[in-house]
């Protein structure tokens, strides 16, 4: 069933009238009406205008320079894209011949000056009413006209296409099952594994510290006991690492919010990790953003467990030299209403002796393909258990790698800002007054050197907003003009005010990137 047509008075009105007085007038009353209005000062640049946005009505003064109101409304009615546009006359013209020949060039009415709000109001709801009804009555029929021959189609094609679909939700779902009881099935039997294995370790490294404590053991034997522990401590690592991500993949993630001081938390385990490093021979290299928040809520256990994890990760993948850890705000200057804002974390000089892609692939849950070596497949789950919990925190891990510089593992968390941080603030942005109007070879040199600072896109919005003589959209990217350009922007700004739409126009098209633009 087709809907009755509904009536909306409101629509896109432009006047065209070379006297800026009468536009400002009009537009003014129209768009306290509810109109949206454009204006031009000329014919040209009104056809030019109505070609690049038709409006839904036309005002047109008869009396213009260069082409009158007469001229402009037969060229808009020998365009077979414009022809339907209803054109009403505005004139100081009261004789009958006048009225006659604006009926003859195509115009739908005439109001006469000085405006008579009521009567301006009357003429162009009723103009807009019947342009309304006609354009709906042509689509209703169109629609009516489509909807009967698709819909022979559409009864034919839908029983197959029901037929089809139903195959292929059956085929994926059998697949799905297939792949879900697998890889619980893989999930489990290690997890079991894991768990047996670990209760023997646990008595080996029990038996080996009571043994370490004996004062009959030689020196060789210390050794021996010394390999044994630290082989067993290396074996239960890797098994707790096992659990927790098969515990990650098979449960749903679970976040444990609460708020802590991060910087303590940073401080603890920078300082544990640091004696590792410097342990194995190497340099350990932090770096704190200075105005990192101190106070956050999320998952600290989770939080530790991904700075551990990365920082294992980096130390077992780095021989040589340093291992360079750094900490920010992602985007200082922003943050949303709920006070969220991402952490971001980066390891620097991981010799992995892979390529990002590969470390990718090893993401893939419980495929060590590019790990073949021991430590490599330790390095493998490190970094899967920090991409896991990244995950659940909102955030992610990335790599780039670099043959000079090794792996760079950069962690993103999305974090929120404890109620008993100071926050962050925002940056304060003062802009000088604008000075006064420039000359014509100043304004096409500032245009010039403007567009070596704003986008592409920028110049291009401006000179579609002034084609078609949006004044407020026109206005909106002026105040994006930086202040060091403020003349510019100032005698922009005047041509907009006074609807002269063709100056702005001109000045743009004179500039190198306008001839650049597709």
């Keep these: 069933m087709i809907p009755e047509p509904e009536i909306a008075p409101e629509g896109n009105i432009l006047i065209i009238d070379d006297s800026p007085e009468n536009l400002r007038m009009l537009s003014q009353t129209l768009m306290t009406y509810g109109y949206i209005v454009r204006c031009v000062t000329n014919g040209s640049m009104a056809l030019t205008s109505i070609q690049h946005a038709p409006p839904d009505l036309i005002l047109l003064d008869i009396r213009m320079p260069g082409l009158d109101g007469y001229q402009v409304c037969q060229q808009l009615k020998r365009n077979p894209e414009t022809q339907d546009i209803p054109v009403i006359f505005l004139s100081v013209l009261e004789e009958v011949k006048d009225i006659v020949k604006a009926f003859e060039v195509g115009g739908v009415d005439y109001i006469t000056k000085p405006f008579q709000t009521e009567e301006v109001l009357a003429r162009i709801q009723n103009q807009l009413t019947i342009q309304t009804l006609r354009k709906q009555l042509s689509l209703q029929n169109q629609y009516l006209l489509h909807e009967i021959n698709e819909r022979k189609k559409f009864e034919q094609a839908l029983c197959q296409e029901i037929q089809h679909r139903l195959l292929i939700e059956t085929s994926l779902q059998d697949v799905k099952n297939v792949a879900e009881a697998a890889d619980y099935t893989k999930r489990e039997l290690l997890?079991?594994?894991?768990?047996?294995?670990?209760?023997?370790?646990?008595?080996?490294?029990?038996?080996?510290?009571?043994?370490?404590?004996?004062?009959?053991?030689?020196?060789s034997q210390q050794e021996y006991l010394a390999t044994v522990n630290d082989s067993a401590q290396h074996l239960l690592k890797l098994i707790n690492k096992i659990l927790s991500i098969a515990h990650t993949a098979s449960s749903q993630p679970v976040l444990l919010e609460r708020e802590f001081d991060l910087h303590q938390l940073l401080a603890l385990v920078i300082s544990l990790w640091q004696t590792k490093t410097l342990a194995k021979g190497l340099q350990f290299e932090f770096y704190q953003a200075p105005d990192l928040p101190r106070f956050i809520q999320a998952d600290e256990n989770k939080f530790r467990q991904i700075l551990m994890n990365l920082l294992d990760a980096a130390l077992q993948a780095t021989e040589t030299g340093a291992i360079v850890v750094k900490i920010d705000v992602e985007n200082k200057d922003s943050l949303d209403s709920n006070g969220m804002f991402r952490l971001v974390f980066e390891i620097h000089q991981m010799e992995t002796g892979y390529s990002s892609n590969k470390l990718?692939?090893?993401?893939?849950?419980?495929?060590?393909?590019?790990?073949?070596?021991?430590?490599?497949?330790?390095?493998?789950?490190?970094?899967?258990?920090?991409?896991?919990?990244?995950?659940?925190?909102?955030?992610?891990?990335?790599?780039?790698?670099?043959?000079?510089?090794?792996?760079?593992?950069?962690?993103?968390?999305?974090?929120?800002?404890?109620?008993?941080?100071?926050?962050?603030?925002?940056?304060?942005?003062?802009?000088?007054?604008?000075?006064?109007?420039?000359?014509?070879?100043?304004?096409?040199?500032?245009?010039?050197?403007?567009?070596?600072?704003?986008?592409?896109?920028?110049?291009?919005?401006?000179?579609?907003?002034?084609?078609?003589?949006?004044?407020?959209?026109?206005?909106?990217?002026?105040?994006?003009?930086?202040?060091?350009?403020?003349?510019?922007?100032?005698?922009?700004?005047?041509?907009?005010?006074?609807?002269?739409?063709?100056?702005?126009?001109?000045?743009?098209?004179?500039?190198?990137?306008?001839?650049?633009?597709?």
């Design 191 to 219: 997890a079991q594994m894991s768990h047996e294995l670990r209760t023997p370790l646990n008595i080996i490294l029990g038996f080996t510290s009571l043994m370490q404590g004996e004062d009959t053991l030689t020196p």
């Design 360 to 518: 990718d692939i090893s993401f893939q849950s419980f495929s060590q393909t590019a790990f073949s070596q021991s430590s490599t497949q330790q390095l493998g789950m490190s970094l899967l258990l920090v991409r896991q919990f990244a995950q659940v925190m909102g955030g992610d891990v990335f790599f780039e790698s670099d043959s000079a510089k090794g792996t760079i593992a950069c962690v993103h968390l999305l974090v929120k800002l404890a109620d008993s941080s100071p926050g962050l603030t925002q940056r304060d942005i003062q802009l000088s007054s604008y000075p006064t109007q420039s000359t014509p070879e100043e304004i096409f040199l500032s245009m010039e050197a403007l567009q070596h600072v704003m986008s592409g896109d920028w110049l291009a919005q401006l000179h579609q907003a002034a084609v078609k003589g949006f004044d407020q959209q026109v206005l909106q990217l002026i105040q994006k003009i930086p202040a060091n350009f403020a003349s510019l922007a100032t005698t922009l700004e005047v041509w907009a005010r006074n609807f002269q739409f063709d100056q702005i126009v001109a000045v743009i098209r004179r500039t190198a990137r306008f001839q650049q633009l597709p």
